[in-house]
Every structure is written in C-alpha cells, then in structure tokens.
C-alpha cells in the first residue's frame, strides 16, 4: 500500500512537471505584442551567466567591439545602440546591468523567434569585444552622437 502511493505521488508529480513545462512554452508563444524584450535574461543558465569576460580589460576590445557592431547589429539595434524600428536599447539598464555572461550567451544562442540572430559564427573574441563595446556605452536611451559616429546621416 504504501509502495503504491508513492508510486502514485511519482506519477503526479511527473505529470505536473509536464503540465508546467507545456504550460511555460505556450504561455512564451502567445504573449506576442506586450513582450518584454529582456525577459530572455532569465532563461540563460546560472553558469553561462557567471562567465566573466577575458576581454573585460582590454583596451582595444571595445574599439573592435564597436566596428563589429557597426557591422552586424547597428542595423537592427540602431547606431549608438539606442534601439532602432527592429530592435530595442542596448544601452537600457536590463542590458547594462546584466552580466558580460549573460550578454554573451544572447549573442550565442539569439532570441531567433523573436528576430535576435544567433552570432555563434562569429568567433568567441569577437563576440566578447562586441560584449566589452556594449558595456562601455553610457547607460539610459539618452543619445550620444559622440560615443558612436553616426556616418550615414
Ligand atoms: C535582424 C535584427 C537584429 C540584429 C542584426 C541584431 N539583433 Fe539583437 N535583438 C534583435 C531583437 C528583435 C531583439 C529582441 C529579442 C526579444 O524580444 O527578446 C534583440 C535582442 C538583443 C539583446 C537582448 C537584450 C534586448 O535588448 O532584448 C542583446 C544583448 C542583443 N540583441 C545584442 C545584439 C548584438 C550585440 C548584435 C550584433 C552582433 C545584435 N543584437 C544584432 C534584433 C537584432
């Protein structure tokens, strides 16, 4: 009697942690619209979060870090990183207070569904100079034409 009960609780415990995982994908499926772009930190596990970056100190990261952006994210994140039609700040204090980590492990992985590429092919330095760039901008949506030279305009 008491084996059946505990092979019951077994039972219902593994359903429920079905039920709360189908539960979690549909609710990230249908809140399209009212989305907060920087839920995705959340997700990114404990220990990609914790990676510190080696590049943190470099004082050549950020200037490469900026080319690189200029090439590959300007576009979308617009060109001082102020967020564009495409894509918002990254110079909002979810991006700038979260972790080098975490910021390395969105630009690995991207947020496809949601139109943030995956940068994997990038390789792993320049993809932690693009993290030092992002970190050195100056916190809050504020423009600041001297921080990153807008050319096109
Ligand atoms: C094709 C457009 C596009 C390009 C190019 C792009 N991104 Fe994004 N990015 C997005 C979108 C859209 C989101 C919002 C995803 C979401 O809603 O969760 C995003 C999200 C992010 C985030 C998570 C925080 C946030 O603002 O939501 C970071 C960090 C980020 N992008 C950095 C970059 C960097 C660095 C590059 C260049 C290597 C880049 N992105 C290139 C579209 C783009």
Redesign the pocket.
Known sequence: MLLMSAMAALLASSVLLEFAQSENSASSQKDHGH?N?????AKVPEKARAKTNPLAKDPDAPIAGRK??EQ??A???GDTAEGGR?????R?E??QQATPGT?FW??TNG?VR????V?SK?PEPQRWQ?VTF?KSLTPSAAREPTTVHDQAH
């Open positions: 989305h772009h920087y839920a995705e930190f690189l952006f590959h994210c576009e979308c994140h495409k894509a918002p700040s990254l909002a979810e991006v910021l969105i630009l947020v949601r139109g943030m590429p940068w990038l693009i992002v």
